[in-house]
């Protein structure tokens, strides 16, 4: 078969679904040495056992992407554990079966993959290709399908080539490998010819009167998005604003950009705008743990304590796991001057930190110290 862009990235609804700990399957039995506090030590274990044992594999990037929400790798690896687990469905979901489309489970899953974009809209998706390994009748040897593959394998030079000799060919129908190639250009540090392939997809886009490609990359406002994060990356900080500005009018309830502006706003010290930002990122998603710690941290250098915990214990609620919410807790109950609280949270931060996080951890034990309580 053929990877075709269009129905590959099919119509995306994104669907903020919170999976209760019922639900969570068993973790993986790693190594005796593992941090079992890392979410890359699971991340890593998965794409381990991709070839041998799909079910551990999806179980190991699951319990990644808990213990991190923060990171999209996780997220891309769990859509493609899904649609590895169904096959007989995906050709129905390539060719943009209504149906197929339509399911409660693809939305879902669907709206892992779009929150992934949302956090880093360059994140590499090779693991997609571990769905094609087994699919009837195989791959066809044609320039598109030898993209991808050097794409899966992290190729990305060759990867870059096939896909630009593609569009040559035929710019019309493989615009959309345009956002693709940028993504492959950021990943080798290329962010010029990243950023110019974004925008000649955005005025492909805008010079169109009809939708012809997929909605998640038809996305102007997930493009100018990403043109934000590279004028970031870049230390073009007033680019940047224009481009999320962009983003936001083509569609103001766009979450991301508001969090993005919070940061530039908050990197700036303007902590109204970063404030206001914050809140209105959360108010548009307010399943997303990422805004709500960007937001309690702005609280935190506001010096409102009390608004800050309660958006730390809303992330917590929705994401138990996530050991840097208890850190960010701690120190506002320290704000607060609640040595109970603090005492609490800093001592759950300890045992749920990875071992990464050596910095944080001795600053929360030389704060349990201060606290005068005992250091486990």
Known sequence: MTIRGAGLFGAVLLVVASVSQAQAPRRPRMAADADTNDWNAYFDYGVQRLRREISVADDAFYWASRLDPTRPEPLVARWAMFWTKNRDRFAKYLNDDEKTLEASDVKAVDSLRMRALQKNPFVHQGLFMRIFADLPGGLNDDLITRGWIAYGEANLKLALDRFGRAINQQPRRYAYLRFVRASAFVNVNQLDSAYAEVSELLKFLRAQETTEFVPMYNSKELLEYALARIHAERGEFAQATDALGRALGENAAFA?????LGRLAQA???WDRALTEYALAVELDPGDVESRL???????YDRKGEEGVRQIKAAIELEPYYADSYFAL?????LLENAAGATEAYRKYIAMAPRSATANVEKARARLKALGAPVQ
């Open 294 to 300: 960007s937001y309690a941290t702005a609280l935190y």
């Open 268 to 270: 700036g010290r303007d």
């Open 256 to 260: 991301p950009a508001h969090d993005a």
């Open 330 to 334: 701690a120190k506002l109950y320290d």
